[in-house]
């Protein structure tokens, strides 16, 4: 099937260990942002969301921070597993505007 | 969450050919947004259709290459007119956050459409 991310970042971790994918974006005016999953041969998930109003986001074994000061996003995934093991892509949007992507980061978890 | 679908799924097409994209949503929403990923790449935003009114194309995009209909508030269609191998990608459609504007945003499982 279609191959997602070839050409992207690549990090490699250790099956249970924990993982932190980054991602710095560049509009100030930003006030939404997004983690989403891409697996081979799918379409975006939705892994969690953080206004700017928080620096701080947890959900089931994510963690998102986001830096406002510096724009930087981060997903924080607990005990990662094999079924971790996809392309990440952050996500902002100002207002109501459409989402933009950020370039995207390949996961690999080595059993 | 919404339950989006896409149809079709994937498909191979000569180029100068077109295609159409169907993408449904199980709820009303007010606008649909269609994307595309080229092999490798982050997804680009192509347009943002709102039923009733006539798509809005971002930078690099025109209505004469990819026309979009939004026929009711629970449908679209994205259109892949002429088309090169350059077009070659994964379109993929997403309603706006939730289904009551409320945050979350959905993608449907995208067509993959190789050009040849």
């Known amino acids: 099937g279609e191959s997602v991310g070839l050409h992207l970042p690549t990090l490699s971790v250790q099956e249970g260990d924990n993982s932190i994918i980054n991602c710095a974006y560049s509009n100030s005016a930003s006030d939404y942002f997004i983690w989403y999953k891409q697996e081979s041969g799918k379409g975006p998930q939705f892994i969690i969301d953080?206004?700017?109003?928080?620096d701080k986001r947890q959900g089931q074994r994510v963690t998102v921070l986001l830096n406002k000061t510096v724009k930087h996003l981060s997903l924080q995934i607990a005990a990662t597993q094999p079924g971790d093991s996809a392309v990440y892509f952050c996500?902002?949007?100002?207002?109501?505007?459409?989402?933009?992507f950020g370039k995207g980061t390949r996961l690999s978890v080595i059993a | 969450s919404a339950v989006i679908s896409q149809k079709p799924s994937r498909d191979i097409c000569q180029r100068g050919t077109s295609l159409t994209i169907q993408c449904q949503v199980d709820?009303?929403?007010?606008?649909m947004f269609w994307y595309r990923q080229q092999p490798g790449q982050s997804l680009t935003l192509i347009a943002t259709?709102?039923?009733?009114?006539?798509?809005?194309?971002e930078s690099g995009f025109v209505i004469d290459k990819f026309p979009i209909s939004r026929p009711n508030l629970t449908f679209s269609t994205l259109t892949v007119s002429n088309m090169s191998p350059e077009d070659s990608s994964i379109y993929l459609c997403s309603p706006n956050r939730g289904s009551e504007d409320t945050g979350e945003q959905y993608f449907g499982p995208g067509t993959r459409l190789t050009v040849t």
């Open positions: 709820s009303q929403v007010t606008m």
């Open positions: 996500a902002e949007s100002s207002g109501n505007t459409p989402l933009v």
């Open positions: 259709a709102n039923q009733g009114s006539e798509a809005t194309y």
């Open positions: 953080i206004r700017s109003n928080m």
